[in-house]
């Protein structure tokens, strides 16, 4: 095959598979972060929340089909700062998975907290599966001790979804960032 055949057969299966990839989710039908729950005392922020909307049909196929289906949840605190970019003061990730075992007809499901497995169960029922996937329930944040109690800074969470695209294909399904104020989170619950 020559140079030019080549070239061709890379702009055409480059423009299949970016034309076959998935739009990404509008704001107003994708998924969102919802029901926030906050929690402050002096050295800890803990912050409980629910992703709505984030599954389909095809989703769920995955799901029975005995794929692994994965969240990977972040919830950030930030410091704004006047002329540069918004300083990081905490940060924790929550990873939740589940997989169907055909063997036992069970969803097995974990939780990883900054990496470090924290729970494991099984579910014969999908809807706690999927409630798993998308809840988290009491992370604490630590909050450093020289945090000024000003309005600068700022809660952040957001939810990833991991798939694939003709289960070869990686890619992620991200709600929006949901944010507030910090003097605005003491003991609140957000929709």
């Given at each position: 095959m020559g140079a030019a055949a080549g070239r061709s057969a890379v702009?055409?299966?480059?423009?299949?598979?970016?034309?076959?990839?998935?739009?990404?989710?509008?704001?107003?039908?994708?998924?969102?972060?919802?029901?926030?729950?906050?929690?402050r005392d002096p050295t800890t922020l803990t912050v409980g929340f629910r992703v709505e909307s984030a599954f389909d049909d095809r989703l769920d196929e995955e799901m029975a089909a005995g794929l692994p289906v994965t969240f990977v949840h972040e919830v950030e605190i930030r410091r704004?700062?006047?002329?540069?970019?918004?300083?990081?003061?905490?940060?924790?990730?929550?990873?939740?998975?589940?997989?169907?075992?055909?063997?036992?007809?069970?969803?097995?499901l974990?939780?990883?907290?900054d990496g470090a497995p924290v729970e494991t169960s099984t579910t014969p029922q999908p809807e706690q599966a999927r409630r798993f996937l998308c809840t988290v329930d009491g992370v604490g944040v630590p909050l450093p001790s020289d945090l000024p109690a000003d309005d600068r800074n700022e809660l952040r969470l957001r939810s990833t979804l991991a798939t694939r695209f003709l289960l070869f294909f990686p890619y992620d399904i991200e709600t929006p960032w949901w944010e507030a104020p910090l003097p605005a989170l003491e003991d609140a619950r957000v929709p």
């Open positions: 702009v055409c299966l480059t423009v299949v598979l970016g034309t076959a990839a998935p739009a990404p989710w509008a704001a107003d039908d994708g998924p969102r972060v919802a029901e926030v729950a906050v929690k704004r700062r006047t002329f540069w970019f918004n300083g990081l003061v905490a940060k924790k990730t929550i990873e939740t998975t589940a997989v169907f075992d055909s063997g036992t007809r069970q969803f097995v974990s939780r990883r907290v």
